[in-house]
């Protein structure tokens, strides 16, 4: 059985999650309750938990002073004929302010364009706890999931080392990472760095261009990454 065939809804739903940098929010209008929809920049903290930094500024900022619910729909189906033959997974939740340092910088290594707005006084980091989500994974695979099945292990010892392991692979590894780039994701070009990294794999970024690289087991701490990252480097190279 291929891996895609063995993930369960959840797992599908959490792997589109996490490997979009961008979803539609929805809101509801402070004024009269209309549904309100606007883009925005989204990352995950360690657990999947969506992240959002936006503006008090913001029509939906105002919205959520008012009713905290929302939903954000992550997307698949860039470059395709059909796109309604995409997955995609809408996100219904909560949204809430995050004082947490822990994601603020895993939501700026995410999108470090942000750094330049990051500290305005206006701006403030969410995180959208997730009560349900409503999978379409293709024809007939439909499915609803609680919100509980859309988070891994929680990982504090990871979360505190996440920062060196990516500086460490940036700074002492940049040859592995091309190599997860190249030979196991099958991407194009040079300059790939690592954004980030937690139970269910890393997060790597070129440019504009973001990708997601799977660990085969979840890992809750810095050797436990090591030893997962050491291993997709020695399957890489044997891939050529």
Not at 129 to 146: E, K, Q, S, T
Request: hydrophobic letters at 45%; proline letters at 5%.
């Amino acid at each position: 059985m291929s891996e895609a065939a063995s993930a369960t809804p959840a797992d599908q739903a959490r792997a589109l999650i996490r490997a979009r940098p961008v979803a539609a929010l929805s809101t509801a209008l402070a004024a009269d309750g209309w549904p309100y929809g606007s883009l925005v920049l989204v990352a995950t903290a360690i657990d999947g938990t969506p992240l959002l930094l936006i503006s008090t500024l913001a029509e939906h900022s105002r919205n959520l002073a008012a009713d905290d619910r929302v939903s954000l729909l992550f997307e698949a189906t860039s470059g395709l004929a059909d796109p309604l033959t995409g997955a995609r997974v809408t996100l219904l939740g909560q949204a809430r302010p995050s004082a947490d340092p822990l994601d603020r910088q895993r939501f700026l290594r995410r999108h470090p364009e942000a750094e330049m707005y990051a500290g305005f006084k206006d701006f403030g980091l969410y995180r959208v706890a997730p009560l349900r989500a409503h999978l379409v994974a293709g024809f007939g695979r439909i499915h609803w999931i609680d919100g509980s099945e859309l988070l891994t292990i929680p990982a504090p010892a990871l979360a505190e080392a996440e920062a060196g392991i990516v500086t460490h692979m940036n700074d002492d590894h940049l040859d592995a990472i091309q190599l997860y780039a190249a030979r196991l994701l099958g991407l194009t070009g040079g300059g790939w760095r690592m954004t980030g990294c937690d139970p269910e794999g890393c997060d790597l970024r070129r440019e504009a261009e973001v990708a997601r690289l799977k660990f085969g087991q979840l890992v809750q701490d810095a050797a436990a990454a090591r030893t997962e990252l050491v291993r997709l480097v020695k399957q890489a190279r044997a891939a050529a």
